[in-house]
């Protein structure tokens, strides 16, 4: 059993849709999968996975539940058999936060590439070294627009990175159209692959959230 989590110290960083779409990508392609939806206020995970099970579309060895304090995190990771868990975590500095980072494999931190997001990415970082026993964080640039490599904004954070020393994956997640139509209903990125007008976007879409499952893959094996 390998434990993902998804954690940031503040909200509308793409989180929740990362964590669908390594879900629902690992589901795909035969792994039982669990997202443990640690965000109290929106569920977004919890939501998701119901409006896709009411439309059909929901893959079925993918399923989710919620946890609503350490205990039920503690609940919900004891009674599982899957062969893969996702939490997502409010975007907030709290106990589920701790309890999640602390029972996971490795733990994403999914920013946007700016120097504003990597001053509070690397105070994430910072604390966990300085407040947990054990802290398997991996930052994730999430969001990056096609454009925004050849920007002096982009290789400031990449600077703040270097410096920081914060231990990234070397994947990073493009913004596509296609996400927001996954963010409906659509269960998985292949079952919008069947409309061909969109078959070449979907094909780009599952070899970028592939690649990110590679790097997790790697990370959790080097660490065992």
Do not use: H
Request: proline share 4%.
């Amino acid at each position: 059993m390998t434990i993902i989590a998804m954690a940031n110290s503040k909200g509308g960083v793409g989180k929740s849709t990362l964590c669908l779409l390594i879900a629902s990508e690992l589901a795909q392609n035969g792994a039982n999968v669990l997202i443990i939806d640690a965000d109290q206020k929106q569920q977004s995970c919890l939501q998701w996975v119901n409006r896709c099970r009411r439309a059909g579309t929901l893959p079925p060895s993918l399923i989710a539940v919620p946890a609503n304090n350490p205990d039920d995190l503690k609940i919900a990771l004891t009674s599982a058999t899957a062969d893969i868990i996702l939490i997502d975590v409010q975007g907030s500095m709290n106990d589920l936060l701790i309890a999640a980072i602390v029972s996971s494999d490795v733990t994403l931190v999914p920013a946007k590439a700016n120097v504003m997001e990597m001053v509070e990415t690397a105070k994430l970082f910072e604390w966990a070294q300085n407040s947990l026993k054990r802290a398997p964080l991996r930052l994730i640039l999430n969001r990056v627009e096609g454009i925004d490599t050849k920007t002096v904004a982009f290789q400031d954070a990449v600077q703040m990175i270097r410096d920081n020393r914060l231990p990234a994956l070397p994947t990073f997640v493009r913004a596509r159209k296609v996400y927001e139509q996954f963010s409906k209903e659509a269960g998985s990125l292949a079952q919008i692959g069947k409309d061909p007008g969109k078959a070449e976007q979907v094909a780009k879409a599952r070899a970028n959230i592939v690649g990110v499952i590679t790097d997790i893959t790697r990370i959790v094996s080097e660490a065992a």
